[in-house]
Nanobody, 120 residues
Framework: QVQLVESGGGLVQAGGSLRLSCAASGSIFRIDNMYWYRQAPGKRRDLVATITSAGTANYPDSVKGRFTITRDNAKNTIYLQMNSLKPEDTAVYYC??????????????WGQGTQVTVSS
């Protein structure tokens, strides 16, 4: 079994910062790409950040320059540093990973999500 557990969400004022964490645990052979997604009420789930196993990061224009994804491979953990937060960043943030449980078995896994609320 594999678990992705997010933490670090909360309520913050516009212009503030939050740091999210996502730790993967369980039967893990290797983790490839890891991602942060977010979903606001009534909207689709959108990709926020991607990081490869080598540490290469990518972002959509909506968060570029404000959000930073990092990764600690030794801890099977990724982070999302969110600065200059805006009310439109309010959403449930989900961690996602392309993960191998054995040399021959891979799948995509989701965390349970953590709420981020930005007040104006």
């Amino acid at each position: 079994q594999v678990q992705l557990v997010e933490s670090g969400g909360g309520l913050v004022q516009a212009g503030g910062s939050l740091r999210l964490s996502c730790a993967a645990s369980g039967s893990i052979f290797r983790i490839d790409n890891m991602y942060w997604y977010r979903q606001a009420p009534g909207k689709r789930r959108d990709l926020v950040a991607t990081i490869t196993s080598a540490g290469t990061a990518n972002y959509p224009d909506s968060v570029k320059g404000r959000f930073t994804i990092t990764r600690d491979n030794a801890k099977n953990t990724i982070y999302l540093q969110m600065n200059s937060l805006k009310p439109e960043d309010t959403a449930v943030y989900y961690c996602n990973a392309d993960l191998w449980t054995t040399k021959w078995s891979t799948d995509n896994y989701w965390g349970q999500g953590t709420q981020v609320t930005v007040s104006s």
